[in-house]
C-alpha cells in the first residue's frame, strides 16, 4: 500500500478558522462526523464544484485522505495538496501531494480514493485542488480520520503462538506453528464498521509484502491506532467491506489480524488488484525505501508466511501460479503470472511497494520461512 508520509514541519503559525459550516453553506457542504466506538471519527468536508479549502481548524485527526464518486482516473491530470497543523506544536507542515491510490484494494470498486496521508496528531488542514481536462468528480470530499482508543474488546485480545513441536506430535510436513496474533479485538476495531458477512477465496497459495509507507520511527504501543485508522479509511473513504490487509506486522515482529473471516481461513482480501483470489496481503508498517527493515519485523513476517501457506501445505520457498482478474495490475486480466510464494507487490502492480529496502530482504525471508516449516 502507498500511503503518504507528511511533509517536514515548517516554522510559524497561521491563524486557525473554526471548523464550521460557512455563512449560506447548504446541508451538502457542511461538515459531517461519524463518531466510531472506542472514540474513533471521520470527519468528512465536501469540496463542491472541486474547491479548496482555506486553512481551518478541525476535530483532533492523525490520518486524511479525499474521496470521490466514480474510478480512480477520474483526477488524472488534476493537483491535489494538503498541508496541515500539529496539534501539539500549533505549526503547519509543507504542502504534501496527494495522488489516486489505484494500486491496492478489491478487484471491482465504485469509488475513487486518494493515497492516506499519515499526519500524526493535527488540528487543522488546507486544500488546493486544480481540477485535470475533466474536471473536478462529483462527491469530492475530504475525510479526516481520528482513530481513537479503539473499541471496548468483546473477545479474545491475542492468540497465543504454538509451540513448535517435533513430528509425530507436531504440525505435518510442510506446515509451521501459528505465531502470536493480535486479534482485531486486541487492536480495538469497531465491528459495526464493517460488512457483517464475510468472503473467502480459495486455499492461500501466495503471500504479497506491502508496506503501509507510514512512519518508520514510531513506538510499537502506538500501531493499534495506525492499523485502526487505516481499517477506518479504507472503509468509510475507500467503500470497500474491511481492511484490506489480511495481516499487518510491526517493527517489534508482533502480527495483527487484518480483514475478518479468521485467521486460519482464506479470507479475501483487497490489497493486490488483480492478485486478490487465493492470496494473503501482509502490510509490514513502516516506509522500506531506504529505512532497513527491522529484525523482529522480518521475523514476524517469515512466522506468519511459513503458517499461512502451511495451511495448505505449500513451501514459502516455492511457486505459485495465480491468475489476473485485472487489466489495470501489471498483467492483463486472464494472463497466468508464476509468482514466488511469498512476493513484493511490485511483483503484481507497477509499484514501489514494499519500499526498495524491504524487497531486498524477500529472497532471504522466504528461506527463513521455508525453515521454520516442518519438512
Same mark, same amino acid.
Given at each position: 500500500?502507498?500511503?503518504?508520509?507528511?511533509?517536514?514541519?515548517?516554522?510559524?503559525?497561521?491563524?486557525?478558522?473554526?471548523?464550521?459550516?460557512?455563512?449560506? @453553506?447548504?446541508?451538502?457542504?457542511?461538515?459531517?462526523?461519524?463518531?466510531?466506538?472506542?472514540?474513533?471519527?471521520?470527519?468528512?468536508?465536501?469540496?463542491?464544484?472541486?474547491?479548496?479549502?482555506?486553512?481551518?481548524?478541525?476535530?483532533?485527526?492523525?490520518?486524511?485522505?479525499?474521496?470521490?464518486?466514480?474510478?480512480?482516473?477520474?483526477? @488524472?491530470?488534476?493537483?491535489?495538496?494538503?498541508?496541515?497543523?500539529?496539534?501539539?506544536?500549533?505549526?503547519?507542515?509543507?504542502?504534501?501531494?496527494?495522488?489516486?491510490?489505484?494500486?491496492?484494494?478489491?478487484?471491482?470498486?465504485?469509488? +475513487?480514493?486518494?493515497?492516506?496521508?499519515?499526519?500524526?496528531?493535527?488540528?487543522?488542514?488546507?486544500?488546493?485542488?486544480?481540477?485535470?481536462?475533466? +474536471?473536478?468528480?462529483?462527491?469530492?470530499?475530504?475525510?479526516?480520520?481520528?482513530?481513537?482508543?479503539?473499541?471496548?474488546?468483546? @473477545?479474545?485480545?491475542?492468540?497465543?503462538?504454538?509451540?513448535?513441536?517435533?513430528?509425530?506430535?507436531?504440525?505435518?510436513?510442510? !506446515?509451521?506453528?501459528?505465531?502470536?496474533?493480535?486479534?482485531?479485538?486486541?487492536?480495538?476495531?469497531?465491528?459495526?464498521?464493517?460488512?457483517?458477512?464475510?468472503?473467502?477465496?480459495?486455499?492461500?497459495?501466495?503471500?504479497?509484502?506491502?508496506?503501509?509507507?507510514?512512519?518508520?520511527?514510531?513506538?510499537?504501543?502506538?500501531?493499534?491506532?495506525?492499523?485502526?485508522? *487505516?481499517?477506518?479509511?479504507?472503509?468509510?473513504?475507500?467503500?470497500?467491506?474491511? *481492511?484490506?490487509?489480511?495481516?499487518?506486522?510491526?517493527?517489534?515482529?508482533?502480527?495483527?489480524?487484518?480483514?475478518?473471516?479468521?485467521?486460519? !481461513?482464506?479470507?479475501?482480501?483487497?490489497?493486490?488488484?488483480?492478485?486478490?483470489?487465493?492470496?494473503?496481503?501482509?502490510?509490514?508498517?513502516?516506509?522500506?525505501?531506504?529505512? !532497513?527493515?527491522?529484525?523482529?519485523?522480518?521475523d514476524g513476517l517469515a512466522a506468519l508466511a511459513a503458517w499461512k501457506?502451511?495451511?495448505?501445505?505449500?513451501?514459502?520457498?516455492?511457486?505459485?501460479?495465480?491468475?489476473?482478474?485485472?487489466?489495470?495490475?501489471?498483467?492483463?486480466? +486472464?494472463?497466468?503470472?508464476?509468482?514466488?510464494?511469498?512476493?513484493?507487490?511490485?511483483?503484481a502492480f507497477d509499484t514501489e511497494c514494499p519500499g526498495n529496502a524491504?524487497? @531486498?530482504?524477500?529472497?532471504?525471508?522466504?528461506?527463513?520461512?521455508?525453515?521454520? !516449516?516442518?519438512?
Amino acid at each position: 500500500m502507498r500511503l503518504s508520509l507528511p511533509a517536514a514541519l515548517l516554522a510559524g503559525c497561521t491563524a486557525a478558522l473554526l471548523l464550521q459550516p460557512a455563512a449560506g @453553506a447548504t446541508p451538502s457542504s457542511a461538515p459531517r462526523r461519524h463518531d466510531f466506538a472506542g472514540g474513533g471519527s471521520t470527519t468528512t468536508l465536501p469540496l463542491p464544484a472541486g474547491t479548496g479549502l482555506a486553512p481551518r481548524g478541525t476535530a483532533p485527526f492523525e490520518l486524511l485522505g479525499l474521496g470521490w464518486d466514480g474510478p480512480a482516473d477520474a483526477l @488524472a491530470g488534476a493537483v491535489l495538496r494538503v498541508r496541515t497543523r500539529d496539534a501539539a506544536t500549533g505549526r503547519w507542515s509543507g504542502w504534501h501531494r496527494l495522488e489516486a491510490d489505484a494500486e491496492d484494494g478489491p478487484d471491482h470498486t465504485a469509488h +475513487g480514493a486518494t493515497a492516506p496521508l499519515w499526519t500524526g496528531r493535527s488540528d487543522g488542514v488546507a486544500v488546493e485542488f486544480r481540477p485535470g481536462p475533466a +474536471g473536478a468528480p462529483p462527491g469530492l470530499r475530504l475525510d479526516l480520520v481520528d482513530p481513537g482508543h479503539g473499541a471496548a474488546p468483546a @473477545a479474545v485480545r491475542t492468540l497465543p503462538a504454538e509451540p513448535p513441536t517435533a513430528p509425530p506430535a507436531g504440525p505435518a510436513k510442510g !506446515q509451521a506453528p501459528r505465531p502470536r496474533i493480535v486479534t482485531r479485538a486486541g487492536w480495538g476495531a469497531d465491528e459495526s464498521l464493517r460488512d457483517p458477512e464475510f468472503e473467502y477465496t480459495g486455499p492461500v497459495r501466495e503471500v504479497f509484502v506491502h508496506h503501509t509507507a507510514t512512519t518508520t520511527d514510531y513506538a510499537c504501543a502506538d500501531a493499534p491506532r495506525v492499523v485502526r485508522a *487505516i481499517y477506518q479509511y479504507h472503509v468509510k473513504t475507500n467503500g470497500w467491506r474491511d *481492511i484490506g490487509y489480511n495481516f499487518l506486522v510491526d517493527r517489534c515482529g508482533t502480527v495483527y489480524e487484518g480483514r475478518a473471516g479468521g485467521v486460519d !481461513q482464506p479470507v479475501h482480501g483487497a490489497h493486490t488488484l488483480g492478485f486478490n483470489t487465493d492470496s494473503a496481503g501482509v502490510a509490514a508498517l513502516g516506509t522500506y525505501t531506504g529505512d !532497513q527493515p527491522s529484525r523482529p519485523l522480518l521475523d514476524g513476517l517469515a512466522a506468519l508466511a511459513a503458517w499461512k501457506l502451511g495451511l495448505a501445505a505449500r513451501p514459502a520457498d516455492g511457486r505459485a501460479r495465480l491468475t489476473s482478474s485485472s487489466d489495470a495490475s501489471r498483467y492483463p486480466k +486472464g494472463s497466468t503470472v508464476d509468482f514466488d510464494a511469498v512476493s513484493g507487490h511490485r511483483d503484481a502492480f507497477d509499484t514501489e511497494c514494499p519500499g526498495n529496502a524491504l524487497y @531486498a530482504r524477500l529472497p532471504a525471508l522466504r528461506a527463513a520461512a521455508a525453515r521454520l !516449516q516442518t519438512r
